[in-house]
Every structure is written in structure tokens, then in C-alpha cells.
């Protein structure tokens, strides 16, 4: 909130004065944006009309005698009507191969196992006019998402379209991440970097994949439109 020439955050533990802000927020930089709009401080309409909807990415690993078989990263050809490039193999700095992710829906903004439920997600969610438009549209392809999410076998010939040799037994459980996708009121899953600059704050609203890769370059151009925006000098 604003207050006498500052920008104040107020969390649950203490309180930040600065005069600028940068709202690096991931799942929660929506509500941040909004937030701060409700709160006296500017914040365009786009800002506003987007919203983060949760998907979580679930992952296996490839058994590490297995793992020869991938001697670098495979990708499948990447559909130009999603942001999701599909279940693909990926080689770590560690050494193990991960094969995935999937896409699915989740149930709260923090959802990284099916049994993760919050209620205010759901709602939020669920009375979004973007959400309606995108489940839609693409509810044939949520439904084929889910199906793998709940079927390793499922899951296992989708990666065998990449790599005919992989099988179910060379597949051990792995981790999974929570992308947090803006979706326009209109139902357009946003595939590009969404960085607004409104009054004395930054948003950063929509960070895809390539994100960590292009994370440097992200972070150079954030601090370029702080400088310009904020007149900041060396």
C-alpha cells in the first residue's frame, strides 16, 4: 500500500518500506498486482484482467542403468496452439535423466500432489472467464493429461513416441513443479513474457518456460526498465 511517499509490504511476519517495487510474485504476482490496485497504488487494466492459473508438471526418473540410452536432451516438435511443449528427456548437471513433464490442472496455486485442495484457489479459479473459455476449448486435452498423470502406463507411451526403447520398469516416481501460466480474460493461454511497469512498480506476470534459462536476461531487462521508469541512476 502507499503511504506517505512509500510503498509499504505488509506480510505476516514483518513490514517493508521502499519506494519502488518489483513483484516477482510467480503463482501469487496476479494477486499482488491486484492488491496493490485495491490499495490506492496504479495498476493498468491488463494487469488486472489476467490471472494465474495453476499447472502442475509431474516428473519421473529414467533408472540410471538406463539412462545411456539418453545421451542428451530430447524434444518432441513443439504444437504452436500451447504453451506446453509435452513430456520430453532432460539430463541433469547430476547426472540422472528426467522424463516429463505433463500438464495438469491443479487444484491450488501451491498444488504439487493431487491431494493439495485450497478452497480460495479453487473459487477464484473457477469464476474466472478466461479459465471457462480455455476448459472449453481444451478439455479434451485436459482430460489426456490427466489420464497420464493417474496411468504410468499412459505416461510411459507418450515418452516411447520419443524413445521407442524406454519401458514402464525403467520409470521410478520424481518430483513435480507448479507453472504458473497467465491466462488472459479472454481464454488466451499467455506464451510470452508479461513484464508491466505501472506507477513506482514492476510486475513480473508471466515467466514460461525457457524462464530459468533466460533467467539472466530477464533480470537485465527488469533492472533496464527500472532504471528508465524509475529514473535510477548509477
Request: with cysteine; charged share 25%; hydrophobic share 40%.
Amino acid at each position: 500500500m502507499p503511504r506517505d511517499g512509500e510503498l509499504i509490504v505488509q506480510t505476516n511476519r514483518e513490514e517493508f518500506r521502499s519506494r519502488h517495487l518489483i513483484n516477482c510474485g510467480g503463482l501469487f504476482s496476479d494477486r499482488i498486482a491486484r492488491m496493490m490496485s485495491a490499495r490506492g497504488a496504479s495498476a493498468s487494466d491488463d494487469l488486472i484482467n489476467l490471472q494465474i492459473v495453476p499447472f502442475r508438471g509431474e516428473y519421473y526418473k529414467v533408472a540410471p542403468e538406463r539412462g545411456s540410452l539418453i545421451k542428451g536432451l530430447i524434444y518432441p516438435v513443439p504444437d504452436p496452439r500451447f504453451p506446453f511443449l509435452g513430456v520430453h528427456f532432460t539430463r541433469s548437471i547430476h547426472g540422472y535423466v528426467e522424463a516429463g513433464p505433463n500438464a495438469v490442472l491443479a487444484f491450488a496455486r501451491e498444488g504439487y500432489r493431487w491431494t493439495d485442495i485450497n478452497l480460495r484457489d479453487l473459487k477464484e479459479m473457477l469464476s474466472f472467464s478466461g479459465f471457462h473459455a480455455v476448459a472449453k476449448k481444451y478439455w479434451k486435452m485436459g482430460l489426456e493429461e490427466n489420464y497420464r498423470s493417474l496411468s504410468k502406463r499412459a505416461f510411459t507411451r507418450a515418452l516411447q513416441r520419443l524413445l521407442p526403447a524406454i519401458t514402464i520398469d525403467d520409470l521410478t516416481p520424481g518430483g513435480s513443479g507448479v507453472r504458473a501460466q497467465a491466462v488472459a480474460s479472454d481464454g488466451t493461454l499467455l506464451d510470452d513474457f508479461v513484464i508491466k511497469q505501472t506507477g513506482r512498480a514492476i510486475h513480473v506476470l508471466n515467466a514460461p518456460s525457457p524462464g530459468a534459462t533466460a533467467s539472466l536476461a530477464i533480470g537485465e531487462r527488469i533492472v533496464a526498465t527500472a532504471a528508465q521508469a524509475f529514473s535510477l541512476h548509477d
